[in-house]
């Protein structure tokens, strides 16, 4: 029990679901417009398919979309900002101006989109911006131990490949950057939702006026990975201070009849500072500041993620402690008094992120997403509250059993096995 835990919260009262008004354009482009009052400003994110794009010419594209001086001029004029950013699923383009000035941020977000500049002399300061930005990536071993999981997930899927290399990103010219916007940066399966102090009703007509002529293109939909292989693997780094462990286990959809189920199960286990997670290996056994589990969701892969650093040392103590946790959920089933306050934790959290623009927002692009309608949110506090300790339980054996992880360990291997046989 934490001090925390010891506070008479209340229970909150029902989820208030916000208004979203809808509109797809004709051009594809479906719009989420929804009114909150509490501050007077406008925040919206474009999210666009990006699958299978060359990824150095995306990362270079979604920087200079972001760096270009006259849009950033133009929106800080505005009372905002403006940043562009690209996965192996999407490019987001995302701002927030005042919100009496949403109809110019648009204008502009349509010039964005349908005559980018891409200035010579400042795409040259963009690559060499990557390439600098690459290189202090790449000299993380979180960075390491990160790609080295993709890559063992997913192997050569796009999900599985690694950040593009400082040389990748001076091999592409602006041309080829120009290429790709004209063939990728295009409204079919985009999504843009707004939310902010304006009239929805009013917004989405902006919206007409500025990215109704938007040319519509062909759809690029991700691939499907390859079959799920669970097994363990070490990255030898000599000379690295901590041990990096990262699992992942494959979970359902968030519309899988046990998915409340199996987000409690993963709350109880290390989704939050109470979790036995938490309480073991931080708490109890002071192996690791900041252990931590999640639940992942992209375009074609949904996953429970479990992350742990821990000094050298205790590498061979502390794995067992995770892994002797994971099997717990089967083996210690969880009690009435940890599922309500993991459930208490989650109804929370909801609402936290509601009450902002920029979780608002996120939340909407997230439901939208993964095919979910807005009206979802609403029966969310039902679900959690109807799972029972058994279920959890099931959820648990299902999902996140040990043996269905796949496990990397990055450590300096001849001093973590040392320690380990020291200690014995």
Known sequence: ????????????????????????LANGLRVLASRRASTPLAELCLSIPFAHADAPAAVLLAAALADETRTQDRVRAM??????????DRLRIAGSVLADQLPKFLALLGAVVTDPGYPAGEFALTVDNAVQGTIAVLASPAQHVAEALNTRMFGDHPYGRPAPRPGE??????????????????????????????????????????????????????????????????????????????MAMPVPRYDAPDYPALALAAMVFGGYFSSRLVQNIREDKGFSYSPRS?????????????????????????????????????????????????????????????????????????????????SWLGGQDARLAAVTPDEVTAAARTYLAPDRAITVLLCDERRAYQSAQSSL
Do not use: I, K
């Open 1 to 24: 029990m934490t001090a925390f835990d010891l506070l008479d919260v209340p229970a909150p009262g029902p989820l208030r679901v916000p208004a979203v008004h809808e509109r797809t």
């Open 79 to 88: 009372g905002g900002g403006l940043s562009a950013a690209v996965d192996a």
């Open 169 to 246: 990103f001076t091999r592409v010219g602006r041309d080829a950057v120009r290429a790709l916007h004209a063939e990728r940066v295009v409204p079919t399966g985009a999504c843009l939702v707004l939310v902010g102090d304006f009239e929805p009703v009013a917004a989405l007509d902006d919206v007409e006026r500025a990215l109704g002529s938007w040319p519509p293109g062909p759809a690029t939909p991700m691939r499907p990975p390859g079959p799920w292989v669970p097994g363990r693997s070490v990255v030898d780094e000599p000379g690295v201070s901590q041990s990096l462990l990262r």
């Open 294 to 374: 999640s639940l992942l969701h992209v375009d074609e892969a949904h996953l429970a993620t479990v992350s742990l650093d821990v000094v050298t040392a205790n590498t061979a103590a502390a794995v067992d402690e995770v892994v002797a946790e994971l099997a717990g959920l089967a083996d210690r089933p969880v009690t009435t008094e940890e599922l309500d306050r993991a459930r208490r934790y989650s109804v929370g959290t909801l609402r936290l992120r509601l009450a902002t623009l920029t979780g608002l927002a996120a939340t909407l692009g997230e439901l939208d997403l993964h095919g979910l309608p807005v």
